[in-house]
């Protein structure tokens, strides 16, 4: 496999998982499937713009709490229909969960984005009452992390019980050496401005970082370094990679969505 340098190599997850030509299909269906069968509210407007919108899912009954999952995809790719079925665990659960799609790159800066995801997760808690959980994966994670962050809570940001970064790049300085940068166009200001590990969580906010134990390296790094720099839990996820470790929310009994909605 030839990749433009290095750090592409490091970063690089679909090019070391087997079969990973399958997933976004096997996703889509699942998300689609999902949909048809939820109760669910479609395309909410948290702001203008087709992609500042979100799904809730409900369950039966009145909600003991909101989850939101932000999805990944490195900034640049995927929308909020193409995770639908991740909502499953937390519904049957007796949680709503919400799912919004953001403004992606090259049309937006991360930093933006941080400030899309932070409105909509205020927007879906304004229709749920309870405790709020960010979960999100990869770029996800990273937003989920961000949703945490004293700076994003001092402009007014969502109240946030807890935080789940699921395989999160928690230190985007790293990136600035990939050519998806040509992209996501990160300088030195804004990758650390927007780098939850260097960054401070608000006091109160708990945080728990999931990574699989066969993700690429460089993922492994940076979850640890997230925990460690939160001193907050970590989980290591046996056998699980990049694209399937996020598996877990659709199963309301997994260790996973314990992480997410356990003793809340």
């Known amino acids: 496999m030839d990749f433009a340098s290095e750090a592409d190599r490091v970063y690089a997850n679909g090019a070391f998982i087997p079969g990973a030509d399958g997933f976004v299909p096997r996703w889509r269906a699942e998300a689609a499937a999902y949909r048809g069968r939820a109760r669910a509210q479609l395309g909410l407007g948290y702001g203008p713009g087709a992609r500042r919108r979100f799904d809730l899912f409900a369950p039966e009954g ?59 997760v205020r927007a879906a808690a304004d229709l749920v009452p309870g405790p709020v959980v960010v979960a999100g994966h990869s770029a996800g994670g990273h937003l989920a992390a961000r949703m945490a962050c004293e700076d994003v809570q001092s402009r007014g940001g969502p109240k946030v019980a807890r935080v789940v970064p699921i395989s999160p790049i928690a230190d985007l300085r790293p990136l600035m050496a990939t050519e998806m940068n040509a992209t996501l166009r990160l300088d030195d200001a804004e990758a650390v401005a927007q780098s939850p590990a260097l960054l401070r969580p608000r006091a109160g906010v708990q945080a728990h ?15 640890r370094l997230l925990s460690e720099e939160w001193n907050c839990p970590w989980t290591v996820d046996a056998g699980r990679h990049h694209f399937d470790v996020m598996d877990g929310l659709t199963d309301p009994g997994s260790p996973l969505m314990d992480a997410c909605l356990g003793g809340l």
Not at 79 to 92: C, I, N, Q, T, Y
Not at 212 to 219: I, L
């Open 209 to 223: 970082v999931w990574v699989g134990g066969q993700e690429r390296p460089a993922f492994l790094w940076q979850a």
């Open 62 to 120: 009145a909600p003991r709490g909101l989850m939101v999952f932000v999805h990944g995809g490195y900034w640049m790719a995927f929308d909020r229909e193409d995770w639908s079925h991740l909502a499953a665990g937390a519904v049957a659960r007796g949680w709503a969960c919400a799912v919004p799609s953001y403004t992606l790159a090259p049309e937006a800066r991360i930093s933006a984005m941080t400030d899309e995801v932070a409105a909509a």
